[in-house]
Structure formats: structure tokens, C-alpha cells
């Protein structure tokens, strides 16, 4: 389990990693990203970041397996699902990309549905 110290470490290394990105350096940025990770695990905004770093540096693969890692971190994340098939689909692996896609599409009206109050629906 990862402390409050682990915690804002992974936060302020996510943050330096999002500057790199922004300043076109992604290769550095994956490398905070990575550091955030070890920093707290479950700090997805780390991940989040991992994927598209990787990807603005062209290692596509590479940010399919993060991405594919992500989904199993946070499978009911309709966003995570999102980064794997962008990740897929600027690979060439579009019938994967598609089914990723699908896969968000329905993850996110479940939560929109679920968001519904119950006493609203039609009976």
C-alpha cells in the first residue's frame, strides 16, 4: 500500500513527466512516468501518462502493453480502454482498436446509466 510521501511522489513526477510531454521530450517523460509507477502503482494518471508518452515517441508497442496493463489495473475505466485502442489503432491493429473502442462506448453508458437516479426510470 502506498503512503501519502508515495503518493505526492508519484504526483509530482506524473506532473514532471506531463511537462516533458509538453516540451516534445517523451523518452524523458516515459522515464518519470515510470518512476511515478514505482513511486504508487495505483496512481493511474502515472499510466495514463506512460501510455501516451510512449506513444509521442513512437514505441507503439510499448504503450499497447502499458495500456493493456492499464485495463487490467482499472478494467471498468471507460478511459483506459480509450488509450489502449488509440494505442492499437496508431499500430495498424484496428480490428483490436475497434473492439477496444466498444469496449469504453459500453463501460461508459453503464456509468451513465448508473448515474441515472433510480426513481427517475420508467417503471
Known sequence: ???????????????????LLESGRPAEAAQAFRAA?????????????LVRALRAAGR???SI???????TLS?????SHTALSIS???????KE??????RARMLQWTQEIHAIPQETWIH
Not at 502493453?65 to 485495463?71: R, S, W
Not at 492499437?88 to 484496428?94: I, S, V
Open 65 to 71: 502493453a502499458a495500456a493493456t496493463a492499464l485495463t
Open 1 to 19: 500500500m502506498a503512503t501519502l510521501a508515495d503518493s505526492r511522489a508519484a504526483e509530482l513526477l506524473s506532473q514532471r513527466g506531463l511537462d
Open 37 to 49: 509507477i514505482a513511486s504508487n502503482d495505483r496512481y493511474f494518471e502515472a499510466h495514463h501518462g
Open 60 to 62: 507503439l508497442e510499448q
Open 75 to 79: 478494467p471498468n475505466d471507460p478511459l
Open 97 to 102: 482498436a475497434e473492439a477496444a473502442t466498444a
Open 88 to 94: 492499437l489503432r496508431r499500430a495498424g491493429h484496428l
